[in-house]
């Protein structure tokens, strides 16, 4: 089942600028992860926040969280023509110690324009 | 290196004629996982695997077989293959230690079916 949902769909920006997504989800999380594709090919793992964190760092990526809210946010500050890919939230539910993986969004589409 | 690979990368084939996709991974991860990409819809799991000998069904597994013997493969059965099941699909694993960890993708199958 659908799980997290990305906001905007779609993104284009200028090189430079900062990219912000996000993400809302259901259910009681364990963690909450970002991945990047880019076109046609695997999903690779950015970062990852617990559910008892509030914000994490990594390089130019922030991601906060809102357990509350159930909502996260990616930020990507000083954006790159390579950033351009399509970016996903994935919601590790706390499923009791269950093994039914992470539920995937459908995704925001990056363009960064040079 | 650490790695998920899949083969073949590229399908074509004919609705009804059994087909089967390989993945193997490296990293002695016990839990391995099926995914279908289609426009629009995100990653939908069809199939996991908690260890070996131990399988279940995911969000979509209408259509579709999975087997873990061995600990590294999950391979992914179409017994009987229609148009419907043209996606992309991607294999993915973890460890599986119930704490936060993130999931290796494979580079992905393009399967067409005619």
């Known amino acids: 089942s659908q799980q997290g949902e990305e906001d905007p769909q779609a993104l284009s920006i200028q090189e430079g600028e900062n990219a912000t997504m996000n993400c809302s989800y259901k259910?009681?999380?364990?963690?909450l992860q970002w991945y990047r594709q880019n076109s046609g090919r695997g999903l690779v793992h950015l970062i990852l926040?617990?559910?008892?964190?509030r914000e994490k760092h990594s390089g130019r990526l922030r991601v906060t969280l809102d357990t509350s809210k159930k909502s996260s946010s990616l930020l990507i500050t000083a954006s790159r023509a390579a950033d351009t890919a399509s970016y996903f939230c994935?919601?590790?539910?706390?499923?009791?110690?269950?093994?039914?993986?992470?539920?995937f969004g459908k995704g925001t589409h990056l363009i960064i324009q040079p | 290196e650490a790695q998920v690979t899949q083969n073949p990368r590229y399908l074509i084939t004919v609705t009804g004629k059994k087909l089967t996709v390989t993945c193997s991974q490296n990293m002695n991860h016990e839990y391995m996982s099926w995914y279908r990409q289609d426009p629009g819809l995100g990653l939908r799991q069809i199939y996991y695997s908690m260890n070996v000998e131990v399988t279940d069904k995911g969000d979509v597994p209408e259509g579709y077989k999975v087997s873990r013997k061995e600990k590294r493969n999950f391979p992914l059965i179409l017994e009987s293959p229609s148009p419907n099941q043209t996606s992309l699909y991607f294999c993915a694993s973890r460890a599986f230690s119930g704490g936060a960890v993130e999931q290796f993708f494979g580079p992905g199958t393009r399967l067409t079916v005619l």
């Open positions: 994935a919601t590790d539910q706390d499923s009791g110690g269950g093994a039914d993986g992470l539920t």
């Open positions: 259910t009681s999380i364990n963690n």
């Open positions: 926040i617990r559910s008892n964190e």
